[in-house]
Nanobody, 123 residues
């Protein structure tokens, strides 16, 4: 069991940047890939980014591919999602997830999820 807590959400202006933080506790965080997903109002949850257990390989979803980066520090049990050039359509609840033994974009491979953090991009 790994418990995840997201933080760093809030309101940001169109074109601004924001960094989200995912902090893990209770399990072997460094054994698993970590991903970020988001759910916008009225839409399905979608993949944003994922990072492997070593922090060397990352994958990005199409919607934010050129505007986002992901990093992790296993010693701190923490993963960061850095977002740039934010747009109003990036408004969503952002979720951190882990538990996948391989780095994947598929949410069904991630067994542990945080509660999410709201990001609102004002126009």
């Amino acid at each position: 069991q790994v418990d995840l807590v997201e933080s760093g959400g809030g309101v940001v202006q169109n074109g601004g940047s924001k960094t989200l933080v995912c902090t893990a506790s209770g399990g072997s965080f460094s054994d698993y890939a970590v991903a970020w997903f988001r759910r916008a109002p009225g839409k399905e949850r979608e993949f944003v980014a994922a990072i492997d257990i070593f922090g060397r390989t990352a994958y990005f979803g199409d919607s934010m591919e050129d505007r986002v980066s992901i990093s992790r520090d296993n010693a701190k049990n923490t993963v960061w999602l850095h977002m740039n050039s934010l747009k109003p359509e990036d408004t969503a609840v952002y979720y951190c997830a882990t538990g996948a033994l391989v780095t994947t974009t598929l949410e069904q491979n991630y067994g542990w999820w945080g509660q999410g953090t709201q990001v609102t991009v004002s126009s």
